[in-house]
T-cell receptor
């Protein structure tokens, strides 16, 4: 198993454009999490899935953000009409059961110019 | 609600000890500790599930005081490889809520 992989690793986009990121979790993990991290801060929870069901979305999350996990395997995170404040590292993590180790991907660094 | 970590930053010389604290205003059901090196993903250190539990491997250990709603991470005889940012996370409804982190820098 190669761990959690994210694509792309870096994305530069113009303000107002839409972007989509992909996360491939560890294959046997049914839980998948998206976090956002800015410089000097801890990972901030965005949303999570158990299999294909999106069970929770942060109340702080703008409706410009949407995530899917159509077949309970990979997940996508889309940001519509990007703003400069969306610039951050977007991290994906997966785990098999609650209260077990979460494995993080290398992240996608988004820069909105 | 985000757990609070202290101190925000620590500078040590190799071989010295450090303690990082994590506290929550809400009841704690589990505490997760991760380390992140610059430009890398957070890496799991340990998880504590019960009040009074203590865990450790190598020279890094942690304790969980459920009544005080806090956990502490202990690094003894620090090595250069311990440098990085340490995050505690609290388990909440099947997700992990992370603190802002404690930056640890080890000098040779």
């Amino acid at each position: 198993d190669t761990g959690v992989s994210q694509d792309p690793r870096h994305k530069i986009t113009k303000r107002g454009q839409n972007v989509t990121f992909r996360c491939d979790p560890i294959s046997e993990h049914n839980r998948l999490y998206w976090y956002r991290q800015t410089l000097g801060q801890g990972p901030e929870f965005l949303t999570y899935f158990q299999n294909e069901a999106q069970l929770e979305k942060s109340r702080l999350l703008s409706d410009r953000f949407s995530a899917e996990r159509p077949k309970g395997s990979f997940s996508t995170l889309e940001i519509q009409r990007t703003e400069q404040g969306d610039s951050a590292m977007y991290l994906c993590a997966s785990r098999g059961e609650m209260n077990t180790e979460a494995f993080f991907g290398q992240g996608t660094r988004l820069t909105v110019v | 609600q985000q757990p609070v970590q202290s101190p925000q930053a620590v500078i040590l010389r190799e071989g010295e000890d450090a303690v990082i604290n994590c506290s929550s205003s809400k009841a704690l059901y589990s505490v997760h500790w991760y380390r992140q090196k610059h430009g890398e993903a957070p890496v799991f250190l340990m998880i504590l599930l019960k009040g009074g539990e203590q865990k450790g491997h190598d020279k890094i250990s942690a304790s969980f005081n459920e009544k005080k709603q806090q956990s502490s991470l202990y690094l003894t005889a620090s090595q250069l490889s311990y440098s990085g940012t340490y995050f505690c996370g609290t388990g909440e409804d099947d997700k992990i809520i992370f603190g802002k982190g404690t930056r640890l820098h080890i000098l040779p």
